[in-house]
T-cell receptor, first 112, second 113 residues
Framework: AQSVTQLDSQVPVFEEAPVELRCNYSSSVSVYLFWYVQYPNQGLQLLLKYLSGSTLVESINGFEAEFNKSQTSFHLRKPSVHISDTAEYFCAVSSGNTPLVFGKGTRLSVIA | DAGITQSPRYKITETGRQVTLMCHQTWSHSYMFWYRQDLGHGLRLIYYSAAADITDKGEVPDGYVVSRSKTENFPLTLESATRSQTSVYFC????????????FGPGTRLLVL
């Protein structure tokens, strides 16, 4: 069965600083990878996803993630964070014929 | 409003009582899912459904029952609530398959006394 490890449960960072949220998954023949974001007291919403093609995927609000098959990773990065990026971020993986498996989440706190 | 809704948003009940959490989506999505979110565990799948009258167990199905008689509704029933079922429950839907984007409801916060 697939598994996802988010290596950091909490990440504090100063506003305008860069951030990386780490995600590793268990190996499979083919995988589909997702990052979801949860703002306080809300449901999850998709941030970005990798299905195939270019290994670098971007979101509309400046986040990007790179699929690295050899390292089985899908780390999320942003070069300059804003206060409004404060949220919990979940990495998730599916092999296509099994439901999504979520990591335990990383709480990003942006400090002014 | 179109989208995915959950009711109630907040519920307090007692151990042993039956509780039903409702989920309704207006997109005619084929797939629907129920998750629970607990501190330290992230999201864990309880049950999911690929279409009306088709349901399947997820990672933590014990103590829960689901049904899907209509495409748009996917109720989750706790037959005899226990304190360990205190959690935040999220419903989600996706258009066609398991690798599609999932769209989440706002959640139901359940407290079992």
């Amino acid at each position: 069965a697939q598994s996802v490890t988010q290596l950091d449960s909490q990440v504090p960072v100063f506003e305008e600083a860069p951030v990386e949220l780490r995600c590793n998954y268990s190996s499979s023949v083919s995988v589909y990878l997702f990052w979801y974001v949860q703002y306080p007291n809300q449901g999850l919403q998709l941030l970005l996803k990798y299905l195939s093609g270019s290994t670098l995927v971007e979101s509309i609000n400046g986040f990007e993630a790179e699929f690295n098959k050899s390292q089985t990773s899908f780390h999320l990065r942003k070069p300059s964070v804003h206060i409004s990026d404060t949220a919990e971020y979940f990495c998730a993986v599916s092999s296509g014929n099994t439901p999504l498996v979520f990591g335990k989440g990383t709480r990003l706190s942006v400090i002014a | 409003d179109a989208g995915i809704t959950q009711s109630p948003r907040y519920k307090i009940t007692e151990t042993g009582r039956q509780v039903t959490l409702m989920c309704h989506q207006t997109w005619s999505h084929s797939y629907m899912f129920w998750y629970r979110q607990d501190l330290g565990h992230g999201l864990r799948l309880i049950y999911y459904s690929a279409a009306a009258d088709i349901t399947d167990k997820g990672e933590v199905p014990d103590g829960y029952v689901v049904s899907r008689s209509k495409t748009e509704n996917f109720p989750l029933t706790l037959e005899s609530a226990t304190r360990s079922q205190t959690s935040v429950y999220f419903c989600a839907s996706s258009p066609r398959g398991l690798k599609e984007t999932q769209y989440f409801g706002p959640g139901t916060r359940l407290l079992v006394l």
